[in-house]
């Protein structure tokens, strides 16, 4: 039996615990998010050795933004396990209920998981996100993180374990694989027996390697090749700080966008406005030939920059001639994640969300709101850009299942 498969025995015999843990949960949680605090300070010389690490091999500002932890990040950290705590518990509701007419009672109950397993890069935030959600559902879990961020995960999986075997459940809930090789992520991908779900947390060749791969079910996630298209009748000023803030305020995250499209009519008035909001940070733009004659300093867009997630300080920009065109260029190249009109003509908006096919559409209001703490859902395990089971922020109720109920008096078929 390898390591992996070890561990997914142990998340098994805990996961049987868990089912039926009740209360016990809650005050799990409670316990991990004041140990978070309380370890504060050795969570955060765990991720300076992660940090300078990354700065030696020459890692990206955007990306060791995703790496970093602070006081006031591991204090989020914190909060957002307390808020998964106070949610309802999503174990045993019940979802339907019909008698039928031989008298049956046949109820649909919510029922966990099992074991879930997340593959993620460089974010050790998710490895708390994760284990409030998987445990609050009444699952296991089984984290794979990136090397960069290994010591950082082992300081925070290390404080959770302890919480757990306070509260009275068994450690095994939570687990941290430790060998951060690609061998462990291909053997994670075909743990059959073992992990009930798979979901990946990352950019897109983590995630298509995982979807392509795995032979255990999957969710794929969170790959946001994200749009704000700036409508003919938009307010300026609200668009550009809208752009600013989907682009800027954390450019490393998949609810960042990469691509404005600017109606024709509004482009001469609202480009030199957004582009002048965007220096302050930098930013750089790669424009279509008409972006290019309002803006020269943009630099030439190619087809692949509609395609790609830059999760940087990059922008793509192009004019389009009307609200159809930039639904077509949205239906061509949209990850599916997250997109936004800003406008003041309600029929635009409604044609927009109407014909937008994404997890989430936004009328004048950030990207950034896609996120399962901003829409009142506590923590996320991942944002779904698929159809099936689960799409967009995925809290509690999105990591259950249910079984079937049935209630007789003897009856026979």
């Known amino acids: 039996m390898t390591e992996l498969q070890k561990m997914g025995a142990a998340a098994k015999k805990a996961a049987a615990v868990l089912r039926t843990a009740g209360e016990k949960k809650r005050r799990a949680l409670l316990e991990a998010a004041q140990a978070l605090r309380a370890a504060a300070p050795e969570i955060l010389a765990a991720n300076a050795v992660d940090l300078a690490a990354a700065r030696e091999s020459g890692m990206r500002d955007a990306m060791l933004d995703r790496l970093t932890l602070t006081e006031a990040r591991i204090e989020a950290m914190a909060q957002g396990v307390e808020d998964v705590a106070a949610q309802r518990d999503p174990v045993g509701r ?203 300093e943009a630099v030439p867009a190619s087809e692949a920059d509609w395609e790609t997630e830059y999760l940087d300080y990059i922008l793509a920009v192009r004019v389009v001639d009307s609200l159809d065109e930039a639904v077509a260029h949205i239906a061509r190249y949209s990850s599916g994640h997250s997109e936004c009109i800003v406008t003041r003509d309600l029929r635009a908006a409604e044609a927009f969300t109407a014909r937008v096919d994404s997890a989430a559409v936004y009328v004048n209001a950030s990207t950034r709101f896609t996120d399962g703490g901003e829409m009142g859902l506590g923590a996320e395990i991942g944002i779904s850009t698929q159809k099936l089971h689960a799409r967009g922020p995925m809290g509690l109720n999105e990591i259950v299942s249910y079984k079937y109920v049935i209630r007789g008096d003897g009856q026979v078929r």
């Open 94 to 296: 019940v979802l339907s209920g019909e008698t039928r007419p031989n008298g049956l009672k046949i109820e649909k109950v919510t029922v966990p998981m099992g074991v879930i397993g997340i593959i993620f890069e460089a974010r050790p935030n998710v490895t708390s996100d994760a284990a409030a959600l998987c445990l609050m559902a009444g699952s296991t879990v089984i984290l794979r993180g990136g090397k960069e961020a290994f010591h950082s995960n082992m300081a925070v999986t290390s404080v959770l374990q302890a919480a757990l075997e306070r509260a009275g459940l068994p450690r095994t809930a939570v687990q941290l694989v430790q060998d951060t090789s690609r061998e462990s992520s291909r053997e994670m991908m075909g743990l059959v027996g073992y992990l009930d779900l798979l979901i990946p947390r990352g950019g897109a060749g983590l995630i298509r390697a995982v979807v392509e791969n795995a032979r255990v079910p999957v969710i794929e996630t969170g790959v946001g090749n994200c749009h704000v298209y700036v409508d003919e009748s938009a307010d300026i000023d609200m668009a550009a700080e809208i752009i600013f803030n989907a682009k800027t305020s954390r450019p490393s995250v998949c609810n960042a966008i990469e691509t404005i499209l600017v109606h024709e009519k509004i482009a001469e008035r609202a480009l030199p406005a957004i582009a002048a909001r965007l220096r302050e940070k930098q930013v750089e733009l790669r424009g279509d030939d008409r972006t290019r004659a309002i803006l020269p």
